[in-house]
């Protein structure tokens, strides 16, 4: 074979992503970057988290974020979680010298604006939902869930190898680059139909309108407030999937990645054929 | 080989801060042009929409037990109306107090407070969610709202009802007032409450009447109700959102 021929056997550009799923996928960057920030709005306007149907039931929240005065009269930011407090200041509690839960670079709108927050967190939670129900349907219809995302006899034999990969960041080439590897199929599987289903089942627990739906439905989550503390904590879950996410992203070829997310187009290296 | 990674680092940091701060400053300047405001807000129509399609008039709030009873219940907003009016009615231990009822109605009249405590009444215990985030539970007490309607009569055009209070919000003395649609007007757990927790209603909670609107936020169970009126439209009174809180930005459907 001519060395030329060679070279382009072991470099192939495949089409990774199809643009429905590349369209969606941004979509969601899009609405989850608002709808965090714009929770952590509204979780400002009352910077506490309970157990439970009520605040008020006598027990004190697990989680309170506010601002004290020291001994020496400094005003500090602190954070209580499970009676346990640490001091905060400059992050949580208080900021730039204002009482505020989570600082103004976390939020949206940056300052303290209820009405604002709501409005963006209401209308992205509509993009949110649309979504990822238009992205079900595509993923159902194209058998992009049944081809891609659900994972194989061989994917479940290959847990033990794959978790030894991901820990020393060794990735994928050839052949087996075409297709998700198992863990990535858990995590993509695990987000799409456990995390987000319940983040917006906690949403909705907090509505005083569905919670008549079917009286007492909440109390299966342990109440609106519990409710509440579970949303804020599948948010945070969330942003861990996409540290993770944005971590294996840049470890296994940034832009490859990235552009295979914006034109589809995935370079696929030398194939080494370790397995064969 | 130190220098130009330093400078790359700062480079790249700068680079990040400015983006992030131009993507917030942005965000926030959005959230001040008045038709992108608009268009978030459209989409308390399609809250509202699919949840009046998904919630019949008979879908009530939960009720709970005595055991869940929050041991305060908390004031917020107005905790005592700073009117020389209102504070003569409760100096006489809301002897004179009126309620009017009119508007788009057959038979305009007015309510005082023992006439109120003679119809038939509803006790319940609810869980009150105010817009911030926190939750209490109490146990209401008052004349269903259907029942005061029915003595009315509102004409076929009546679409909204609106409850006008004594409590002045700020030094141009405009008063606080809410609105509710005819689905929540008429609903079972729709209530003037005059007694919190077995007793009176303290003025802190909204004596003598508040509204209960049991599947919305707090924001729309107006305290200190003065005078009900029955209307069309909503907005040719005060600033035209049908509400205090509505005229500074919240979504006049509280139901989320």
Redesign the interface.
Known sequence: MPPRDAAAARETVILRHPWPVRLMHWINVLACT?LL?SGLQ??N??P?LHWG??????RPPILQMGARQDAAGNPVGFTRIFGHEFDTTGVLGMSSGVERGFPA?LT????Q????G???H??F??VLVVNGLAYVAYALASRHLARDLVPTRADWRSIGQSVGDHLRLRHPRGEAARHYNVLQKLAYLGVIFVLFPALILMGWA????????L??W?DFFGG??AA?TLHFVAAWLLVGFVFIHVFEVVVSGLWNNLRAMISGRYRIAGEERRDE | MNEPSDSRRRFLQRALAAG?ALV??G??RL?RIEWF?G??????K??YAS?RL??TRR??????SEA?L?????SNGTSNPRDPAYQALAAAGFADYRLEVGGLVAHPRSYSLAELKALPSRTQIT?H?????????GKWKGAPLARVLEAVRPLPSARYVVFFCADPMNARGQRYYESIDMEDAFHAQTLLAYALNDAPLPIRNGAPIRVRV????GYKMAKYVMRIAVVDRLDDIEGGRGGY?ED????WY???
């Open positions: 608002v920030m509204i979780f306007a009352y506490a149907k009520s605040s008020y039931d006598g670079w949206l709108p940056g300052h604006w209820l009405a604002m709501r409005r963006w209401f209308f939670a509509w907090m509505s005083p309108g569905l919670n008549a739906l009286p007492g909440v609106r407030q509440r | 992030g917030l400053s965000c926030d959230s405001a268009l978030l807000a459209s989409a308390e399609l809250t949840q998904l919630l879908a009530m709030a939960q009720e709970f869940d929050s041991p305060f219940f908390r869980r969610d105010c817009v911030e985030g926190w939750s209490a539970i049991e599947r919305q936020l809180w500074r930005g919240y979504e509280a139901g989320i």
